[in-house]
């Protein structure tokens, strides 16, 4: 399956030669990824490295290695939490505020009900952002949807040194002047009254860009008249009006059509292999809801009957919707992410994994229902529809889902307080509401992250509190409701019983990640050599053209470093090649400058 794109509802495009005035200081963790553990119920120490800024930190341990083994399992109160076949959490700490430097978390060996946690093998995680300091300006541009994309690779797969801020009608290159609106590229759907979609259809949701060709979108269509929806593929013309790809899909552009009412569509995703879209009759009082598939000619492969999660009788009869969504779509290394600011309900599925085994049971990975006070609707003492998930009429809100590399998902969460989003594990198990440095209970739209190794990985959020409490007569569309950024990342690790400290560290040839990465100018490449010999340090640009050699010499068995000074390079993507004998390891890198 192709990686093309890091789905975060948010957006942005592709130039090396722009002079990066928005250049964001980059929150890093560093940590040992084995660590050796005796579960016997010892305090476990974790050094830890915190660099850029400062952060709040949650730590979580998993199983690792028995999500084939984990059936469709129900837990948590009310049933809340759901998983089939994914690794789960056995236990995490709240929110730890760290500044820059080195510190220490502890672990007591015991999972979340306080149990002593059995020998084995087990995954841990760190997951952190800045929730301490001021937002970095982005662009001036405001989001006019509730969820965008970035791309941060180009249609060969190649990293792009300025990742691009796509929304149905716009881009936006990272790294440009914030100030500068002259840079933002449009490109409408409709101008002066007229559309580029026929008599009586029109876009829903945010649009997709084409992973094989950045030049050309794909936006859900929706007829109501017809009761009918579909996918076109549309040109971006800069300047101008989109152009609709006659030549694409079953006829005159579009994709083969499905049922469809009118209602609050998420728009489409796509992984380069195929299409993703839903319908959400949230306002409809009978039951329905579905996942389409369609392939990247158009033609539909498959659909999900989404009711048996999206859909609550219920609910209805006590006076809430009879279905709860979805009306946000976000993808993220062809992990799927549904929520619908109508619903408690937020769901990771993974529909390959249905394409590949044909069984429906295998489409849902996770669900994060009412339960655990994350998002929840209705939980309060005096509710009226005590714990009714499908509530249109009360917070939080949550318009946007996004998620990171490791598979952590922020869901924002709108009328929850001075909440800025709740955060949910790998596994869907809800982590707390979080809240960056001077959050208000006033209006906001969403939270997206973009994490894909560029010199822009980060956390980048609206700031529509700035204009009050909601979208009403008293919000104020003149305050600063720009896009910012603040730093984000996670990174994995083993705990193990089975594996001493001398054997974690390597014992043969290793190349470790240069740091610092992202650097400017000067970086430390450091590396193992099982035996002495000849050793040969090469670095390639994103075309894979060796642009430097840092070192062509005879080393001494043992650990080695070396520094690459990029003073004479543009800031872009890099990679370094480390070549010992038979022996050969290639990592990635980032310049800023």
Same mark, same amino acid.
């Given at each position: 399956?192709?990686?093309f794109m890091?789905?975060v509802?948010v957006m942005m495009?592709?130039?090396?030669?722009?002079?990066a005035?928005f250049?964001?200081?980059?929150?890093?963790?560093?940590a040992d990824p084995v660590?050796q553990?005796d579960?016997d119920?010892?305090?476990?120490?974790?050094?830890?490295?915190?660099?850029g800024s400062?952060?709040?930190?949650?730590?979580?341990v998993?199983t690792?290695?028995m999500?084939?083994?984990?059936?469709?399992?129900q837990?948590?109160?009310?049933g809340?939490h759901?998983?089939?076949q994914?690794d789960?959490c056995?236990?995490?700490?709240p929110?730890?505020n760290?500044?820059v430097?080195s510190?220490i978390?502890?672990?007591?060996g015991?999972?979340?009900?306080?149990?002593?946690?059995?020998?084995?093998?087990?995954?841990?995680?760190l997951?952190?952002?800045?929730?301490?300091g001021a937002k970095?300006?982005?662009?001036?541009f405001?989001?006019?949807?509730?969820?965008?994309t970035?791309?941060?690779?180009?249609?060969?797969g190649?990293?792009?040194?300025?990742?691009?801020?796509?929304d149905?009608?716009?881009?936006?290159?990272?790294?440009t002047?914030?100030?500068d609106?002259?840079?933002l590229?449009?490109s409408?759907v409709?101008?002066?009254?007229?559309s580029?979609?026929?008599?009586?259809?029109?876009?829903r949701?945010?649009?997709?860009p084409?992973?094989?060709?950045?030049?050309?979108?794909?936006?859900?269509v929706v007829?109501?008249?017809?009761?009918?929806?579909?996918?076109?593929?549309?040109?971006?013309v800069?300047g101008?009006?989109?152009?609709?790809?006659?030549?694409?899909g079953?006829?005159?552009?579009t994709?083969e059509?499905?049922?469809m009412?009118?209602?609050?569509?998420?728009?489409?995703?796509?992984d380069?292999?195929?299409?993703?879209?839903?319908?959400?009759?949230y306002?409809?009082?009978?039951?329905g809801?579905?996942?389409?598939?369609?392939?990247?000619d158009g033609?539909?492969?498959?659909s999900?009957?989404?009711?048996?999660?999206?859909?609550?009788?219920d609910?209805?009869?006590?006076?809430?919707?009879?279905?709860?969504?979805?009306?946000d779509?976000?993808?993220?290394?062809?992990?799927?992410?549904?929520?619908?600011?109508?619903? /408690?309900?937020?769901?990771? =599925?993974? $529909?390959?994994? !249905?394409?590949? *085994?044909?069984d &429906?049971?295998? +489409?849902?990975?996770?669900?994060n229902d009412?339960?655990d006070?994350v998002?929840?609707?209705?939980?309060?003492e005096?509710?009226?529809k005590?714990?009714? /998930?499908?509530d249109?009429? =009360?917070? $939080?809100?949550? !318009?946007?889902? *996004?998620?990171? &590399?490791?598979? +952590?998902?922020i869901?924002?969460g709108y009328?929850?307080?001075?909440?800025?989003?709740?955060?949910?594990g790998p596994?869907?198990?809800?982590?707390?509401y979080?809240?960056?440095?001077?959050?208000t209970?006033g209006w906001?739209?969403?939270?997206?992250?973009?994490d894909?190794?560029?010199?822009?990985?980060g956390?980048?959020?609206d700031?529509?509190?700035?204009?009050?409490?909601?979208y009403?007569a008293?919000w104020?569309?003149?305050?600063?409701t720009?896009?910012?950024?603040?730093?984000?990342?996670?990174?994995?690790?083993?705990?193990?019983?089975?594996?001493?400290?001398e054997?974690?560290?390597?014992?043969?040839?290793?190349v470790?990640?240069?740091?610092?990465?992202?650097?400017n100018?000067?970086?430390?490449?450091?590396?193992?050599?099982a035996?002495a010999?000849d050793v040969?340090?090469?670095?390639?640009?994103?075309?894979g053209?060796k642009?430097?050699?840092?070192?062509?010499?005879?080393?001494?068995a043992?650990?080695?470093?070396?520094?690459?000074?990029a003073?004479d390079?543009s800031?872009?993507?890099?990679?370094?090649?480390?070549?010992?004998?038979?022996h050969?390891?290639?990592?990635k890198?980032t310049?800023i400058k």
């Open positions: 399956m192709k990686k890091v789905f509802c495009m592709v130039s090396s030669a722009f002079a005035e250049s964001p200081t980059l929150l890093k963790l560093s660590i553990y579960f119920g010892s305090t476990l120490e974790i050094p830890l490295v915190v660099s400062p952060a709040g930190i949650v730590f979580s998993y690792k290695g999500a084939a083994d984990i059936p469709w399992t837990n948590g109160y009310l809340w759901s998983v089939n994914v789960t056995i236990y995490y700490a929110l730890k760290v500044q430097g510190t978390l502890t672990w007591d015991k999972d979340q009900d306080g149990g002593v946690v059995g020998a084995g093998d087990y995954s841990y995680y997951w952190a952002f800045d929730n301490q970095d300006l982005v662009t001036t405001k989001w006019p949807t509730n969820c965008n970035f791309i941060d690779m180009d249609e060969n190649l990293p792009l040194a300025n990742p691009i801020y796509y149905r009608n716009n881009r936006w290159i990272l790294g002047d914030p100030a609106d002259s840079q590229l449009s409408a409709w101008l002066d009254g007229v580029i979609f026929p008599d009586g259809w029109g876009s949701g945010d649009a997709f084409d992973p094989s060709d950045h030049d050309y979108y794909f936006h859900q007829s109501g008249d017809a009761g009918q929806g579909g996918i076109t593929r549309a040109k971006f800069p101008s009006m989109q152009e609709i790809d006659e030549n694409w079953v006829e005159g552009g994709s059509l499905f049922t009412i009118l209602d609050g569509e998420p728009g489409v995703v796509s380069g292999d195929y299409l993703f879209t839903t319908n959400s009759p306002h409809q009082p009978e039951p809801g579905d996942f389409f598939i369609l392939d990247m033609f539909m492969v498959d999900v009957d989404l009711q048996p999660w999206w859909t609550n009788t609910a209805y009869a006590a006076g809430a919707q009879m279905n709860g969504g979805p009306n779509i976000f993808i993220k290394d062809g992990g799927v992410y549904l929520n619908c600011h109508c619903s /408690c309900l937020v769901q990771m =599925v993974d $529909p390959v994994r !249905y394409l590949d *085994s044909g &429906a049971a295998d +489409f849902v990975v996770w669900e009412n339960g006070y998002l929840d609707h209705n939980f309060e005096t509710a009226e005590a714990w009714i /998930c499908n249109f009429n =009360v917070g $939080p809100y949550t !318009y946007t889902v *996004s998620a990171d &590399a490791n598979a +952590f998902s869901v924002n009328d929850a307080g001075a909440v800025t989003f709740g955060l949910l596994d869907g198990t809800g982590m707390g979080q809240s960056v440095a001077g959050e209970a906001k739209r969403g939270e997206v992250l973009l894909g190794e560029t010199a822009f990985d956390l980048y959020l700031n529509m509190q700035a204009g009050g409490a909601h009403d008293d104020d569309a003149s305050a600063d720009n896009t910012y950024f603040l730093g984000h990342d996670s990174i994995m690790g083993l705990i193990s019983s089975s594996v001493s400290v054997a974690a560290a390597p014992a043969g040839f290793a470790a990640q240069n740091s610092p990465n992202p650097f100018p000067t970086t430390t490449i450091s590396f193992t050599l035996t010999g040969s340090v090469d670095v390639f640009n994103v075309a053209q642009v430097d050699t840092v070192a062509n010499a005879f080393m001494n043992g650990s080695q470093s070396i520094v690459w000074d003073s390079f800031a872009g993507v890099y990679f370094y090649t480390v070549k010992s004998g038979a050969s390891q290639t990592m890198m310049l």
